[in-house]
């Protein structure tokens, strides 16, 4: 019985061998060497297309690292770290680098410094200011006013 089961799957064996061979063989079956030539064709276009969207799309990060670093180095901090930052992360790094750049300008500008709060309702007052939202007048001190 076991030898019946062998010889039934060496001849299966052997049968589908022989129906892919002539299947290949047949030349009905197998595209004409025009057709694959064209096939070819057109998948190497589509390979040039996405090679030139690819060198826009390398272009343009590189681009964003040059601002970011550019940036980084006129703010004294890491140039070659916002660079690869500004690169990689294209988009997303230049929205935390306007946020950092805003922080920046809201530390060092003076008006917006707070130096103390009213006596009366106990809001923050900021450098020049004289009066305050709920009226009260602070008066000019020799340190709220500058020669310009």
Request: charged content about 15%; hydrophobic content about 45%; proline content about 3%.
């Amino acid at each position: 019985m076991l030898i019946w089961r062998r010889l039934l799957g060496q001849f299966a064996v052997i049968g589908l061998l022989g129906l892919s061979a002539m299947a290949l063989l047949s030349e009905d079956l197998a595209p004409s060497t025009e057709a694959r030539l064209s096939e070819l064709e057109q998948r190497l276009n589509s390979l040039e297309s996405v090679r030139k969207d690819a060198a826009g799309g390398c272009g343009l990060s590189l681009l964003f690292g040059a601002f970011c670093a550019l940036w980084a180095q006129n703010t004294w901090r890491n140039a070659l770290l916002w660079f690869v930052l500004g690169a990689v992360f294209s988009v997303v790094t230049v929205l935390v680098l306007l946020y950092k750049n805003s922080q920046d300008l809201a530390r060092d500008n003076p008006a917006t410094q707070v130096t103390g709060s009213c006596p009366t309702c106990d809001r923050p007052r900021t450098v020049g200011q004289l009066t305050c939202a709920c009226g009260h007048y602070f008066g000019a001190k020799s340190s709220d006013t500058e020669v310009r």
